[in-house]
């Protein structure tokens, strides 16, 4: 945790259920001097500030479109964690442009007010869909990659420096299948969109671990990647509702039957380590200079790391004993 030991840290969208864990994790065993929130919504801040009650978590005001709010809240900070985004799929699908504007603009805006006020760390978050994407939201997420990728260049003789962190389905956040599940067993019907789907499932714990580790073994220009296991949507409608009915209503726009967090062409620049795998950049002398990962082992050519062909995979009792565990913080973080 020496990464965040006394620094000050941003989350933009930081009133989510990433930046809710993260501030928690950041002052309570990370020690940050200061932790600052940065989100549109005044409400989710107020309950915020009220849970935590803690004198060194502050608030900012502020959308990521604009630019001079975050050269403002960047202000003496050290590390940013940029996880605000427009995400859901299909109001992605219907309203691009709004998600442009978030996803791939915003994530410029963040980059310039970084290098701007002298920022020393930022890690984005970036999802599976970013991945050979067919919806815009894993378009803008890719563009958003590339962006913070490329940042590293574009800072020239400034010290600020940037990753990725990829990885796949949170476990329980708002906008989930899970809470969806649970909601809707009482009825008794589960709807499925297809019984072959499948996908990478992570808790929040091992997020917030990720980027903490990222931020601590980065030289800049990385994506890293978690070893996660996948799982399958019925095995999950079973263990939510097994006395439920399921009624299969089809893929939505934009969805994917599996999803993919290391694609073939990055496996040339893929390496793995233990925990997880880090996707090299393409700029050549950034992989020179990445000592930290000289004694990785590259991934076989041809390396694909999908959520159908993974070797990790929830079982049943698994997932019985995660919904155990987040049965309740679920309900209270959707309000139901």
């Known amino acids: 945790m020496s990464v965040l030991k006394d620094k000050v840290v941003l989350i ?6 990433f930046g809710r864990r993260f501030a928690e994790t950041a002052l309570g065993s990370g020690q940050a001097k200061k932790v600052i929130i940065f989100s549109r919504d005044e409400w989710k801040q ?35 964690i940029h996880a605000a985004a427009l995400k859901q799929i299909p109001a992605a699908e219907y309203n691009p442009l709004e998600v442009i504007k978030t996803n791939i603009l915003g994530a410029a805006n963040v980059i310039d007010a970084a ?37 590293n260049v574009y ?48 808790t929040l714990e091992q997020a917030v671990a990720l980027v903490i580790s990222g931020l601590e073994k980065m030289h800049g220009g ?37 999803e993919v967090l290391v694609a073939v062409d990055d496996s040339r620049r893929t390496v793995e380590l233990p925990e997880f795998y880090v996707i090299q950049p393409d700029f050549p002398q950034f992989r020179e200079q990445a000592t930290n990962w000289k004694q990785a082992q590259p991934v076989p050519d041809g390396f694909v790391y999908a959520s159908d062909s993974n070797t990790q995979w929830l079982t049943e009792p698994q997932l019985h004993q995660l919904l155990a565990g987040l049965n309740g913080e679920i309900r209270s973080e959707n309000g139901w």
């Not at 999802?127 to 890719?142: E, F, Q, R, V």
């Open 12 to 17: 933009t969208g930081g009133t989510g259920s």
């Open 46 to 80: 107020s309950e915020m500030a009220r849970h935590f009650n803690d004198p060194r978590l502050r608030f900012f005001l502020g959308d990521v479109r604009d630019k001079d709010r975050l050269q403002r809240a960047f202000d003496g900070v050290q590390v940013v």
């Open 115 to 151: 290098i701007d006020r002298g920022v020393e760390k930022v890690m984005a978050l970036s999802t599976d869909k970013a991945a050979n994407p067919i919806n815009l939201y894993g378009a803008t997420k890719l563009c958003s990659d590339k962006l913070f990728i490329a940042a």
């Open 155 to 202: 800072s020239g003789q400034h010290r600020t420096k940037f990753s990725v962190v990829r990885y796949g389905n949170v476990v329980g956040s708002r906008g989930s299948v899970i809470p969806l599940f649970l909601k809707m067993k009482e009825g008794g019907r589960l709807p499925i969109t297809d019984r072959r789907m499948t996908r990478f499932w992570i």
């Open 222 to 258: 990385e994506i890293f990647v978690p070893k996660v296991p996948s799982m399958n949507i019925m095995d999950l409608a079973r263990a939510i509702g097994p006395d439920c009915k399921h009624e299969e209503v089809g893929i939505r726009p934009g969805e994917k039957l599996h």
